[in-house]
């Protein structure tokens, strides 16, 4: 998808896709702000992009569902390493634009004398002078992927999330279980009312830029106790 679209309620597995730059199953470059909702219910398993997104590459909000069920995310890759879901989010820049500084001139005939209205008064016109440069702030584009499990629902991760450095968010809602297993790099989280599980008898450093914890959440991990 590259303009306003709506993709809605997609229910079905994405399985062993191919793309040869960005977002093996699912390519979606429209920013935040255009009227773009992606829903998928279903597994992703074994898609391949060349450069990210091994299942999804998103420029704008995800939404995943694993509505009374469990879905899986699994042997996805992009690059040649691990990596299901990417989100193109982008930072605050600025550019700048020439502004033009107008003025009122009197309209002159042939003569170079004023020309007069109905009433005798002279008549004017805008005219440019000159330009102004001003420097225009283009805000940041922070997309959101949506885990949501409803119902008791559960998201079993296997790869990774990855993005554009702290212009992502990871929001894990609805009640169920985030089964993740895999990092979320760079990416600003938060569980919402909702169980992570870490536990695959494995000690792994999770490095997110940002971790909130909301409502009634709850979190299983392993633990090295020496």
């Given at each position: 998808?590259?303009?306003?679209?709506?993709?809605?309620?997609?229910?079905?597995?994405?399985?062993?896709?191919?793309?040869?730059?960005?977002?093996?199953?699912?390519?979606?470059?429209?920013?935040?702000?255009?009227?773009?909702?992606?829903?998928?219910?279903?597994?992703?398993?074994?898609?391949?992009?060349?450069?990210?997104?091994?299942?999804?590459?998103?420029?704008?909000?995800?939404?995943?569902?694993?509505?009374?069920?469990?879905?899986?995310?699994?042997?996805?890759?992009?690059?040649?390493?691990?990596?299901?879901?990417?989100?193109?989010?982008?930072?605050?820049?600025?550019?700048?634009?020439?502004?033009?500084?107008?003025?009122?001139?009197?309209?002159?005939?042939?003569?170079?004398?004023?020309?007069?209205?109905?009433?005798?008064?002279?008549?004017?016109?805008?005219?440019?002078?000159?330009?102004?440069?001003?420097?225009?702030?283009?805000?940041?584009?922070?997309?959101n992927l949506n885990l949501k499990t409803d119902?008791?629902?559960?998201?079993?991760?296997?790869?990774?999330?990855?993005?554009?450095?702290?212009?992502?968010?990871?929001?894990?809602?609805?009640?169920?279980?985030?089964?993740?297993?895999?990092?979320?790099?760079g990416g600003n989280v938060t569980l919402d009312?909702?169980?992570?599980?870490?536990?695959?008898?494995?000690?792994?450093?999770?490095?997110?830029?940002?971790?909130?914890?909301?409502?009634?959440?709850?979190?299983?991990?392993?633990?090295?106790?020496?």
């Amino acid at each position: 998808n590259t303009g306003r679209a709506l993709l809605n309620n997609v229910q079905g597995d994405f399985i062993s896709n191919t793309a040869g730059k960005n977002g093996g199953a699912i390519y979606n470059d429209s920013v935040k702000g255009d009227t773009v909702t992606v829903n998928i219910d279903g597994n992703l398993l074994n898609n391949t992009a060349g450069e990210h997104g091994g299942a999804i590459y998103s420029a704008s909000d995800i939404n995943l569902n694993a509505n009374g069920h469990k879905n899986i995310i699994k042997g996805n890759t992009a690059g040649g390493a691990q990596e299901a879901v990417y989100m193109a989010g982008v930072p605050e820049s600025s550019h700048e634009v020439q502004v033009p500084i107008t003025e009122q001139q009197p309209i002159l005939d042939e003569n170079q004398q004023p020309v007069l209205d109905e009433n005798n008064n002279p008549t004017y016109q805008e005219v440019i002078t000159g330009y102004d440069t001003q420097t225009v702030v283009d805000p940041a584009v922070i997309p959101n992927l949506n885990l949501k499990t409803d119902n008791g629902g559960e998201w079993e991760i296997h790869d990774q999330i990855n993005g554009t450095d702290a212009h992502f968010n990871v929001n894990m809602t609805g009640g169920g279980t985030v089964s993740l297993f895999n990092d979320i790099n760079g990416g600003n989280v938060t569980l919402d009312a909702t169980k992570l599980n870490t536990v695959n008898n494995k000690i792994h450093t999770y490095n997110v830029n940002e971790f909130t914890v909301k409502g009634d959440s709850s979190m299983a991990v392993d633990v090295d106790i020496k």
